[in-house]
């Protein structure tokens, strides 16, 4: 209880000099948790360090919709904001406090931390396709930001770390969408074609009817696909300019797609019923993923980067790019059982055709 | 190099090294991650250790046993020539270069692959890649063993 018992206190003034009234109840005591002295840890105090006593309680379903502070002692009549999202297993994850810490700590920045006097005029061909990647990155990227901005303001307040760790992402990628902009700018290119194509994926995540279903979409399924892609970055990248530009982006990737995976677990957990619109989500986006990875203009590009220019895409690209497909496939298969989706039994992803052997697969799912 | 990369005093020596420099991990920000090395032996005895990153720090550098990595968030799986030539790019170059990252060495996997029970732990790897780079980059820093 916070309570003051300093004499000086004692005579308080019931009005201001303007004849307005003063409430002194926070002074003379509230119902909320006083004195916590949280310790800092090695790296300062954290999130995790002030997660004690009431501070800490996530509640499965807190009494209040309003933006109140969590462990604050709430007026009982505090408004109703129209939050949506009331359960704590349908934005959750047990991992989003850390994350949140991770994201604070590694964050960077596109203008200082990219070494862009160091690019190198290169051959025309990988110059174009590196400003095409670069076009669609630019284009997609920003759907991870639009999409937490939509569910953000109807998540309760009470889940104040799972809403700034998602205000993390959106920062996240309005970085990525920032570099690849510059990058196609950069070095005597510019942005080229934006097919019409990539859009039907990004419309499918924004429009997903709850949050649950577009955090598959978008953290398990698409995130976990461009987090591939900026790995292969290592592959592709002509120079090393570029290849930071990619391990950085990829480093934010992952937290986004561990974030999706531990939150779709959290929400099955929750509600097993759910599991059957994520599956019915998915069913659809894997569809356009394929539509998307497979699209002329991605696919071609890619395969231009991972030859080495035009001369190798057949022998080099298009089997480099192959070998890599199985791996992200594989990878995202994997998280899904993870998250406690069994998609390998249902999925209609061509396995086969994709080097991914049905029989071997884990689905433990830890 | 690449003899030392098969000796575990050389990943403590890293490890001193990264412990005594915290400014330069601060921009890629703190570690909660534990990785496995494996590295196979042609004829010899294989590379199996493991490295615990604290905050802005390598806390431990200790001896795997066999399937002790399954303890690990994730582990890098291999041979101890690719594991070594690693090295040798990094102390010719200061830093590894081209397909000599861990990233890229792991990507293709043919060599050196990323291995984990836990696709979150595998993660992890990818979360935390830069500043396990930037560790075995390191290398470039440390004294050839004397003979």
Redesign the interface.
Known sequence: MALATDESVHELPEMTPMGTPLDWSWLRGTRAEWGMNPVPSRRGLTMMDIATGTYGEVLEEPPYRSMAPRGADIDEDTPDMGYILNHKSQVWADNVVELYEEAVARQWSSTRDIPWNELQELPSDIEHAMCQLCTVLTEIEMIATDLPAKWMWRMNHHFVEAKMFLATQIMDEARHADVFRKRALANGGGLLLAGSGDESLLRSILEAKTYTQASALLHLLGEGFILDVFRQGELIAPTHVEKKIFRLSMQDEARHVAYGTMHIRQAIAGDPDVADEIHEALDHGEQFLIEFGTSPVLSSALAMLLGGGSEHIEDKGFPMQSLLATKIFTSYLARCERAGLNRIDRTDLPLELLGIDIDAFDRTGV | MSDRANDLAFYQDLADLMNGHPDQYE????V?FTLGVVMAAEGGSDLRLRLRF???GCADVSPLSEGGEASCDCWLEGDTDSWGEMFDDITTNGRA?G?R?I??LT???DRIDVRG????G???F?????TI?QFFDGAAQLAPASA
Do not use: A, C, I
């Open positions: 921009t890629l920000g703190e909660d604290e905050d802005l270069t397909r990252t990233n890229s990507l293709v996997g029970d836990d696709p979150m595998v993660d992890k990818f979360r935390f890649n830069q780079q």
